[in-house]
């Protein structure tokens, strides 16, 4: 991600211009006519480098570091340099950019809080270990150039219900001083992003609420925090102050409407709408609003039992053949770090309306924006967990009214293929077959011998190439499953952008659809 510093003299850029396969950070200076880029933190021990940004002065980077994970997604296409999840924090590191050194943002002590920035100077472009750096999902100088804005959990005020560190929240750090203070209010919900204003009048910040995102406005004048009442039921994916620091862009979809552009007037609240996106020919009213409901797993909290949320598209009346029970696809959207949430999903809403399945979405453990406890539970050792939360599903469908218990299928992509493999191999008996797409490396999947129904899979990048490790475990599990009886399907495409295209998108959509029509007839 190109980065101008504030001055627009010098640009910061993620590179692999060594060849070495490692995310580097370079810096460009372009008074200098004919300049080289200039190596400034070097990726090591196989973690990338994102850019947070550039010190008012334009004499630092604030950097942050995280494990480089090209796994692929719905695209198909991995990309240089880390992508930043906000579900997780990543260690925090200043970048002196005339001295080509790097330094961790770090706590010198648990009891005081106080931040030190150590002069560990390692050779230049190289991080020291960051154990104790500060770590934040997202992170900024402030406008005035001593503190630091962070998202993250640490320095949580343990309020709102004894929340303490179990939700994302805007916090100010002061590095000098080792001072920081919360800056958004206490709430049960994470805070997914924000921005602060070019004169510090103003911070806006959006909350993820159950899926929706509500957009907040900080006046740091007044000390007074009030949600906008004007922003329409959605989800926002950009925020963005104009200098005057008098308007707010933002990016809004929703499940019945593309992303656009908005812009606020702050004086007025008054919201105007910049774009109109084409969402064909069928009217907005006529998508499914997604509805917000939840099931009870397997486990329990606090001696209660532990409630996901799930998504339910239902078409309802007007699906075909809407008087006998309906078949019904689970799409799995979340865990491993993601979120179902109700975005425009043309697809989702073809299979719903134009099929009359009902596709139900969970947040399965592992799922952000439902606090650290839930994210952490689908981690590591606990992974594994996510596909029992699956059963549970299955066992909610069976007690509601007008479902098919008989007639489930599963849809999973990216992290998604990998859980709906784990689960047809647990409830073999319940599920008829799965379209998994662009799964992540395959060797840890457990039970594949368990696996009976009908299989598409959907790999991006050559197959028959052993040095493509994820395309290649794919297409040993294609001839495992057909060897052992089971009917598989198998679309792939080829390139870097394999499935960005739209003709290869429709195609995988396309086929998708056919191969769930016939199962759920």
């Given amino acids: 991600q190109p980065t101008w510093s504030p001055d627009g003299a010098q640009l910061a850029f993620v590179s692999d211009r060594r060849g070495s396969g490692d995310a580097d950070v370079y810096v460009l200076d372009t008074r200098t006519p004919g300049a080289m880029p200039r190596l400034v933190a070097a990726a090591i021990d196989g973690a990338a480098w994102h850019i947070d940004g550039w010190s008012p002065d334009a004499q630092r980077l604030l950097l942050a570091r995280e494990a480089s994970t090209a796994a692929p997604g719905a695209d198909g296409a991995g990309a240089v340099g880390a992508t930043r999840n906000p579900a997780g924090q990543t260690a925090l590191y200043v970048a002196d950019v005339e001295r080509g050194t790097v330094s961790p943002l770090e706590l010198s002590s648990a009891a005081t809080g106080r931040v030190a920035r150590r002069a560990r100077r390692a050779r230049p472009g190289i991080a020291p270990d960051d154990s104790t750096a500060v770590r934040a999902a997202d992170a900024r100088y402030a406008p005035d150039g001593r503190g630091i804005l962070l998202l993250t959990r640490a320095f949580a005020a343990d309020s709102a219900g004894g929340l303490g560190r179990q939700f994302l929240h805007v916090s100010l750090l002061d590095p000098a001083s080792g001072r920081w203070r919360q800056l958004s209010a206490p709430a049960a919900y994470d805070v997914e992003m924000f921005d602060e204003s070019a004169d510090g009048h103003y911070l806006a910040y959006t909350l993820d609420q159950d899926g929706q995102s509500q957009l907040m406005l900080f006046d740091q004048q007044l000390q007074l925090d009030r949600p906008v009442a004007s922003v ?216 594949v011998a368990e696996i009976r129904g009908p299989v598409l899979l959907v790999q991006a990048g050559d197959a028959g190439d052993a040095g493509d490790a994820p395309g290649y475990e794919v297409a040993q599990l294609r001839e495992g499953l057909r060897s052992q009886g089971v009917r598989v399907q198998y679309l792939a495409a080829q390139g870097p952008d394999a499935f960005a295209r739209r003709q290869e998108r429709d195609a995988y959509h396309t086929a998708a659809a056919s191969f769930l029509a016939r199962l759920l007839r």
Avoid: K, M
């Fill in 232 to 447: 329409p039921a959605g989800i926002i994916s950009s925020l963005r102050f104009d200098a005057s620091g008098r308007h707010l862009a933002l990016t809004l979809e929703s499940s019945r409407s593309p992303a656009d552009v908005y812009v606020l007037d702050l004086s007025t609240q008054v919201l105007t709408r910049w774009t109109q996106s084409e969402a064909g020919p069928l009217p907005a009213q006529s998508l499914i609003q997604p509805q917000a409901l939840s099931f009870p797993t397997w486990d329990s909290v606090a001696g209660q039992p532990r409630q996901l949320q799930v998504l339910v598209y239902d078409p309802g009346s007007n699906a075909p053949g809407s008087q006998a029970p309906r078949a019904v696809l689970i799409w799995l959207c979340g865990g491993g770090g993601n979120q179902c949430r109700p975005r425009y999903v043309p697809f989702i809403q073809y299979l719903a309306e134009q099929l009359g399945i009902v596709v139900v979405a969970p947040n399965v453990r592992g799922s952000a924006g439902f606090g650290s406890s839930l994210l952490a539970a689908g981690e590591g050792s606990l992974r594994n967990d996510a596909p029992r939360d699956v059963g549970a599903l299955l066992a909610w469908i069976g007690l509601q009214p007008g479902l098919d218990r008989s007639r489930v299928a599963l849809l999973g992509e990216g992290y998604g293929g990998y859980l709906a493999l784990q689960s047809l191999s647990q409830y073999p008996d319940r599920l008829l077959g799965a379209v998994v797409a662009f799964p992540p490396p395959l060797t840890d999947l457990p039970n």
